[in-house]
C-alpha cells in the first residue's frame, strides 16, 4: 500500500518479467490491458499467472464488462501470493465490489480512475470496503475529459488530482498513485514531475520504463535536507517540553512536527 513506484510491464512479455523485477521499482505490474493486442489475452493471462504470484507482483486486469475480465479474474484466483489487482475504467462502485468480491483474502484491489465519471465519484469508490488504494490515469481522463494533457502539465489536471487525493485521505486510503509521464528518456522531467505529485499528496506514480524508476523513487523519498530539517524540528520539540518551537526562523506547531515524525518515520528513523 505504500509502493512509491508501480512500473508496467506488458504481460505478453515475459522475457520481460525479472528485467522489471531488477529495476528497483517497488511493484511490478504486470499489464493485461492496453499493453496486449486481442488476440495475446489468452498467452498472456497464462505467462502472469504463473510469474506474478511467485514474484508478490500486481496485474492489472481488463476493466468490467470487456470480454476478458472474467477470464483474467479466474486466473488470477488461482495465484497464491498476488500483491495487488488493478481494475481501469474504475467508475462503478458495483464493478469495484464485484471485483473485490472475487479477490483471494490478502490481495488489495487499486481501482484506477481515468474517467469524468470516475473523478467525480472518488469519493464513494474511495469508500467501498476492499479497495485500499486509488491510481490516477491521468492519459486516458485527459482524453474522457476533453483536457490537453502534457508531462509539463501544472494546472490542466490539478482539480482531478486532488479530488484523488483528498478522496483517500477522507476514506482512510493510502496516499493515491499519480499518472504516467509518458517521456521515457528525461530523468529529470520524470522526478520533478514526481515531485509535484507528492507535493500535492500522492504517495507514488506510474511508471512505464524502467529507466523512471529511480527518479520516481527518489522524489518521492526524503532527501538530506528534509532530513536534517524533520531531527532538528524533532530535537527542538523534545528539548521544549512540546511547547511551540522556533526553528530555521519558522514557527513549529504539531502538524509541523508530526510532519518531521513521517519524514523520519518514512526513512526508518
Not at 471485483?99 to 481501482?111: C, H, N
Not at 494546472?155 to 498513485?177: C, Q
Not at 520524470?190 to 507528492?198: K, Q, V
Not at 536534517?228 to 502538524?255: L, N
Request: hydrophobic share 45%; net charge negative; glycine share 10%.
Amino acid at each position: 500500500m505504500t509502493a512509491r513506484s508501480l512500473l508496467f510491464v506488458p504481460g505478453n512479455r515475459s522475457d520481460r518479467f525479472p528485467k522489471a523485477a531488477a529495476s528497483g521499482t517497488d511493484l511490478v505490474l504486470c499489464d493485461l490491458e492496453d499493453a496486449v493486442a486481442p488476440e495475446d489475452k489468452d498467452g498472456a493471462r497464462a505467462e502472469v499467472a504463473a510469474w506474478a504470484g511467485q514474484n508478490h507482483a500486481a496485474v492489472r486486469i481488463n476493466a468490467a464488462g470487456t470480454p476478458w475480465y472474467e477470464d483474467d479474474l479466474a486466473a488470477l484466483g488461482e495465484v497464491s501470493g498476488l500483491r495487488a489487482v488493478v481494475l481501469p475504467k474504475a467508475e462503478d462502485v458495483d464493478a469495484l465490489r464485484a471485483t473485490v468480491s472475487r479477490l483471494d483474502e490478502g490481495v488489495e484491489l487499486y481501482a484506477l480512475v481515468e474517467s469524468a465519471r470516475g473523478i467525480r465519484d472518488a469519493d464513494r469508490l474511495a469508500e467501498v470496503p476492499g479497495v485500499t488504494r486509488l491510481v490516477f490515469g491521468n492519459v486516458d481522463f485527459g482524453l474522457d475529459a476533453g483536457i490537453t494533457v502534457s508531462d509539463e502539465e501544472e494546472r490542466e489536471l490539478l482539480y482531478a488530482r486532488s479530488r484523488l487525493v483528498v478522496a483517500s485521505r477522507a476514506a482512510g486510503l493510502a496516499a493515491p498513485v499519480d499518472g504516467v509521464t509518458t517521456t521515457l528518456d528525461d530523468p529529470d522531467l520524470t522526478r520533478a514531475a514526481a515531485r509535484r505529485g507528492r507535493d500535492l499528496g500522492f504517495g507514488g506514480k506510474l511508471c512505464l520504463h524502467p529507466r523512471q524508476v529511480e527518479p520516481v523513487n527518489t522524489a518521492f523519498s526524503p532527501d538530506e535536507t528534509e532530513l536534517r530539517w524533520a531531527r532538528r524540528v524533532v530535537e527542538a520539540a523534545g528539548a521544549s517540553g512540546g511547547a511551540a518551537v522556533r526553528v530555521d526562523g519558522q514557527m513549529i506547531d504539531k502538524p509541523r512536527l508530526e510532519l518531521a515524525r513521517r519524514l523520519l518515520g518514512e526513512n526508518g528513523q
